[in-house]
């Protein structure tokens, strides 16, 4: 067993493994009395009512507040994306955002299922109404409408500053 000086200057002593990572006397102990350990836990868990409601006032504070990257990641999607999934080019997307058909949203936002499905909509629409010279816009007032009102209510979408 070796003697080594650990980050603050105290000593402690190490012992050299087979696979070259030395362990040190309380990890040693700890691999010793690991399960002595866990079941001390689990019987203050089922017998003592006090300590189980602390661990589950803990759990609970913690699943609520644990940090992002532990997170369920989200999928996803920028305006390109969302203009592939969509059928229409970005530069329908834009045409559209300056005729105020859909409303203008900050960088980084990212869109999810709903914003695809009422952007195909519109696309589809428009498309149709394509030859409908005087009444396009009458007739795709209703699809406009439900876009302004959908577009950044939509439940599950996203605003992330990207660092791009």
């Keep these: 067993m070796d003697t080594t000086l650990d980050s603050v200057g105290v000593t402690k002593d190490v ?3 087979t696979d070259g990572v030395k362990k040190t006397t309380y990890q040693l102990w700890y ?4 399960e002595r350990l866990s079941q001390i836990r689990k019987d203050k868990y089922y017998n003592n009512p006090e300590y189980r409601e602390k661990l589950r006032k803990q759990s609970s504070i913690y699943r609520k507040c644990k940090p992002t990257s532990i997170r369920k990641k989200s999928k996803k999607i920028t305006i390109l994306k969302l203009c592939e999934l969509a059928g229409c080019s970005i530069h329908t997307y834009r045409k559209y ?3 105020k058909w859909i409303p ?3 960088k980084g936002v990212y869109f999810n299922e709903t914003h695809i499905s009422l952007l195909k ?4 629409a428009a498309i149709a109404s394509k030859y409908l010279r005087n009444d396009r816009l009458a007739y ?3 699809y406009i409408t439900a876009i302004q009102q959908g577009w950044g209510n ?3 979408a996203e605003i992330i500053v990207d660092n791009i």
Excluded at 31 to 34: Q, S, T, W
Aim: aromatic content about 0%; overall charge negative; hydrophobic content about 45%.
């Design 15 to 17: 012992e050299p493994l």
């Design 31 to 34: 691999l010793a009395n690991k």
């Design 97 to 99: 955002s300056l005729l």
């Design 104 to 106: 203008t949203l900050p």
């Design 121 to 124: 909509d519109l696309c589809d």
């Design 140 to 142: 795709l007032a209703p």
């Design 154 to 156: 939509v439940s599950g």
